[in-house]
């Protein structure tokens, strides 16, 4: 195959998801702004071919240094993501204080083996959703005085909540649900006097958009079948319409014949009286 025809060659989930992580990178340093980044992302989950994604990000260097480029040979890829982001580590960051005001824990950064958070008269948000894991089980403690913090977790990720609240209250709705093979585990732990910890489990923006443009492809075909199923059945009711109006004409001729020979005979019969 010659690389004139790598382009044309068709583009998998996998290449798409390689691309969008790169506009999530590039939002996150400031090089998009979020504009640019849904415009972007969805013409990443639109794409079809590796040419229609390579121009995507083509301006955007990846960790400062070199331009990043769709890999055009096809690798096996893993059965889950999973295991790509459990990293090990320290972690980026390994607690946070709101006091009288918020935090916020959010995007592309590395949960340790144990994070702390520390709300008092304020409150604070750890997301999950788009973060690496130090370890395959991860603590988070959370102490919230007349205040709150909020823990999101993507779908996959199995939730234990072993907090004590005092006039207060942990969030135990995400208990329960399994994980998925691979994914790490998240143990909530901590104290809340007049406060509350709430837990919940969300997907991330550009999955929300690609679950979007999945749904609307999907009623898309769904409308094109039920035209081609009208459009047969239309067909079908034409033809059988004509069928019907040939035999009506058929039958109409031999009427006509039948009585043509009729007629031809009494006119015999008369000119033999005759």
Known sequence: MTDDAVPELRASDADRERVAEVLRDAVAEGRLDMEEFEERLEATYKARTYGEL??????????????????????????????????????????????????????????????????????????????????????????????????????????????????????????????????????????????????ERKVTRAERQRLKEERRQEKLERGSSAKQLYGSHREAMDEHREAMRRRHEERRERHEERRERHRDRRERRHRDWD
């Open 54 to 199: 390579t121009p995507i990000t083509q301006d955007l260097p990846v960790a400062g240094v070199t331009p990043p480029r769709v890999n055009m040979v096809k690798e096996p890829v893993d059965s889950g993501s999973w295991a790509g982001r459990i990293v090990g580590g320290e972690g980026s960051s390994t607690a946070a204080v709101a006091i009288m005001s918020g935090f916020q824990r959010k995007g592309r950064w590395t949960v340790p083996k144990r994070f702390t958070a520390f709300a008092f008269w304020g409150g604070g948000e750890i997301d999950l959703r788009e973060a690496n894991f130090a370890d395959r089980e991860v603590e988070i403690n959370c102490v919230a005085i007349m205040g709150g913090a909020q823990v999101i977790v993507p779908p996959g990720v199995e939730v234990v909540v072993r907090g004590i609240g005092i006039m207060g209250g942990f969030d135990h709705s995400q208990e329960g649900v399994p994980g998925d093979p691979g994914a790490p585990r998240v143990i909530i732990t901590g104290f809340a006097f007049w406060g509350g910890v709430g837990v």
